[in-house]
């Protein structure tokens, strides 16, 4: 008798059925049928319980834990991460080139700056990239980071931010980004050059002649300099409210806690 991995087997839950309950005490059909239910269910426990499930199913199996890595929960992305990142078919190999593995050393849950991204949001990713970057350094109270916190800022959620921005603008935006036009206009970590900064600020198209762009005249699209977002302010001052450089005495500081960001080793 030629078995079939594609329908329920004896013991499998069936819809209507009395073989077992699932997680969520509704039953639902066995089999791979039964496995992709489960993966769309609206409890994130159910959708990661059934991920190693999907696994027994062969190839078609393989293909529902690859689509995991979508998923809006990071916790299940996370999951299907996990089953797949040591196995070598050629299409988990493919999937894994283009995922981004949302890491972090805080807990910092970047669902939604990746969605944002994804949606091509720009303006909102941006503001919700100085939301995370407050939260990892704790400093969601005061609004605004202090340089030395930018030195020690957590390699692993700030390697997300930057593949976020990376993936979802082709490469285009990114303090990866920044921080290769910052170095290729002569600026070095923690030297005060002004003649490299105003380059700078030109190449990422955040000054105009001899003044600075205020934040609400950024260009939220692909169609900006590259290398012009994020663009986030986060030093005292909540988000266009300031412009880019606050002036008596703010110059200084901006500049200070902008370029220890963009000569983070890490980046």
Known sequence: MINNSNQPREYDV??????AINPGNSPILGGIEGVKKRLVSNIIAERIAAIPEALKYGEAGLNLVIHTLNDPSMQVQKEGYLLLRERKEKQVTEALKNYIPLITSTGIDYSLLASLLAAEKWQEADEETLAVILKVSDRENQGWIEETEIHKFSTEDLQTIDKLWLKYSQGRFGFSIQKQIWQNVGGKPGIVDWKAWGQF???VGWRNYEFWTHYQDLK???NSPQGHL??????GEKIGDADFL???GGELIFFQRWSAMLSHQHL
Not at 14 to 19: N, P
């Open 14 to 19: 069936v819809l209507g059925g009395q073989a």
């Open 201 to 203: 600020g030109y190449r």
């Open 220 to 222: 939220f699209n692909l």
């Open 230 to 235: 994020p663009g986030w302010i986060g030093w």
């Open 246 to 248: 606050m002036f008596g």
